[in-house]
């Protein structure tokens, strides 16, 4: 039973993930696709957009899926024991994996990939990078800080949602995660 209730949280934490992460991934495309008349320039490198599932953002989940856990079952004694059948409860009621909890994640996303999207585009056109009339005289400055910021909040919501944290977890979310990142950027 214990194995089953952690397989149960496990993926639906990485469904519900995975689709918000992607949601972050793909709106900004749209926007853009808006600003720049449906012209079929996307805003990201098609590196950075092939890498992201790929490299970025599956080893730390990959991590997070195998190593997650909300409860110690290293605990002994008769007064810890009584609590175990209670906490079968999440599978039984379907608890994390329910409409409500893809819709709020899928809601997070957007609002996410608005601000992910928006912010940098504000930015830059205080600093001169970007004209008023929408053009851009550096589309890669653009393409570089947004998708910096969408790995950054990406990346800290995993974090975040992370309740079990060992070595292996901090390893692949910091070391691992960022250096790949930082060597992708300058490669």
């Given at each position: 039973m214990h194995h089953g209730r952690l397989n149960y949280i496990r993926n639906s934490e990485l469904v519900l993930y995975f689709f918000y992460?992607?949601?972050v991934l793909t709106f900004p495309h749209l926007y853009f696709a808006a600003l720049n008349g449906f012209s079929g320039q996307t805003i990201y490198d098609d590196f950075y957009i092939s890498f992201f599932n790929l490299f970025h953002t599956s080893w730390p989940l990959t991590i997070k899926s195998c190593f997650e856990q909300d409860v110690s079952y290293q605990l002994e004694g008769p007064h810890i024991r009584k609590f175990y059948p209670s906490l079968y409860y999440i599978g039984a009621k379907n608890t994390i994996f329910n409409w409500s909890n893809y819709a709020?994640?899928?809601?997070?996303?957007?609002?996410?990939?608005?601000?992910?999207?928006?912010?940098?585009?504000?930015?830059l056109q205080e600093s001169g990078i970007l004209l008023p009339n929408g053009q851009?005289?550096?589309?890669?400055?653009?393409?570089?800080?947004?998708?910096?910021?969408m790995y950054g909040v990406v990346t800290s919501r995993l974090v975040l949602w992370t309740r079990w944290w060992t070595w292996v977890s901090f390893f692949f979310y910091s070391v691992m995660s960022l250096c790949v990142y930082i060597l992708f950027m300058w490669v």
């Open positions: 992460k992607n949601l709020f994640h899928n809601f997070l996303g957007l609002i996410h990939s608005i601000v992910i999207f928006y912010i940098p585009i504000m930015v851009n005289v550096d589309m890669s400055s653009m393409n570089l800080t947004s998708f910096t910021v």
